[in-house]
């Protein structure tokens, strides 16, 4: 028996030993005790943006090519910098880091220029900004070994040192096509990007990653690209398209839709509708109703103009004011006016005449002049 207890106490040791051993070498684990929070308080959820951009984790900000997300990135920054508004909404002042693999210092001039006017601010006020130009660079910043495996680059180190000395409260990379340099639809190699998860935790700093759909995620609205897993990887995404209304025309290319698609600490669905305007991109209210009555509008003003080139090479004169041959209520009668009625067409008469679309002509003889509509371009 005491043979017996011998052993079980050697093998103890033993274990002991090779722990300790292991220890010295190796990092801790963050072992919690629930227990240990009895009484203290619950820490509240931090932002960047309120429900749309969780801090300390990496957000995915989607879209197509030329939508505008590096602008709406950059008026991110600007606002934090500034204390204003983005989009309608009040995002966390701080300081922010912004790697742009895609414009250079010029162009990045450019649109921060637009900016700052917008917010009525000098370029003074955007201390709190620090802007990389990494166009022409190897801009990876994980790339793929012998082995699959996504290793950090050097370019990874540089800027993690940059974020160690400015410590920004949000790193914006433009884009992740420029940083990731391994297979975009390798589940487990984007996995092995998601790091930024752990720079986010040692720094304290929220990351804004920028990308583009793949053709299925454009045509799909869900705006995903490459493996699953990107979409898995990220607390929070974002994404930007265009606008159509309930009858699915485009009626003003100006337009964005900004919404929530993933949100692990809130609830997905959030939109902002957003204008570009002057450089910059402001929010739009009561978007859906004013969609509608734009793609209402444009469809009366398209009538109108194919109608009255029709008219007049039939021969048959309308004019602006009422009477027989008054334009809008002579449109509105025809077979092929698609339901639009008189006051969409006059409304649209008055559109086109300050557009300088259509004009008013004088005709007939000397004894018995007359005006006529007619279109500007045939």
């Known amino acids: 028996m005491e043979t017996d207890i011998d052993a079980v106490n050697a093998e103890l040791d033993a274990q002991v030993i090779r722990i300790d051993r292991v220890a010295e070498g190796a990092p801790s684990l963050r072992v919690i005790n629930p227990a240990s929070w009895e009484g203290q308080p619950v820490p509240e959820r931090r932002w960047m ?3 749309m951009i969780p ?16 602008i709406i990135g ?24 912004y790697l742009s693999a895609e414009d250079d210092v010029d162009e990045l001039h450019r649109r921060l220029d637009r900016i700052r006017k917008f917010h009525a601010a000098g370029f003074a006020d955007l201390g709190k900004m620090r802007l990389v130009d990494l166009v022409g660079e190897n801009a990876v910043l994980g790339s793929q070994d012998r082995s699959g495996l996504i290793e950090p680059t050097e370019m990874y180190r540089m800027v993690m040192c940059e974020i160690s000395v400015f410590r920004p409260d949000l790193v914006l990379i433009d ?20 790091k930024l998860n752990g720079a986010a935790r040692q720094f304290g ?5 920028i990308s583009h759909p793949s053709l299925t995620g454009i045509n799909s609205g869900s705006g995903l690209s490459g493996s699953t897993a990107w979409n898995n990887s990220v607390r929070s995404r974002l994404y930007l398209e265009g606008t159509k209304a309930g009858d699915g025309s485009e009626p003003d290319p100006d337009l964005r839709i900004l919404s929530v698609k993933k949100a692990n600490y809130s609830q997905a669905g959030k939109v902002l509708t957003i204008k570009y305007r002057d450089g910059v991109f402001v929010a739009v209210r009561d978007s859906t109703t004013t969609l509608d009555k734009m793609a209402l509008e444009q469809r009366a003003d398209e009538t109108f103009l194919r109608l009255l080139r029709m008219f007049n090479k039939q021969g048959q004169h309308v004019g602006a004011s009422s009477g027989a041959n008054y334009a809008p209520a002579k449109f509105a009668e025809h077979p092929e006016a698609g339901g639009v009625g008189k006051r969409l067409f006059a409304d649209a008469m008055q559109r086109l005449l300050a557009n300088d679309e259509i004009g008013i002509e004088e005709f007939g003889p000397p004894s018995r002049r007359r005006f006529r509509l007619i279109s500007r371009n045939g």
């Open 49 to 51: 943006v309120q429900d």
């Open 55 to 70: 801090a300390g984790a990496p957000t995915l900000l989607g879209g197509e090519g030329a939508a505008g997300k590096s």
């Open 74 to 97: 950059l008026q991110l920054c600007a606002a934090m910098a500034t204390g204003k508004e983005w989009l309608g909404t009040m995002p966390t002042p701080g300081r922010s880091l």
């Open 175 to 194: 884009a992740l096509a420029d940083a990731f340099g391994g297979d975009e639809n390798s589940r487990s190699q984007a996995r092995q990007f998601n």
């Open 205 to 209: 700093c929220t990351f804004l990653v």
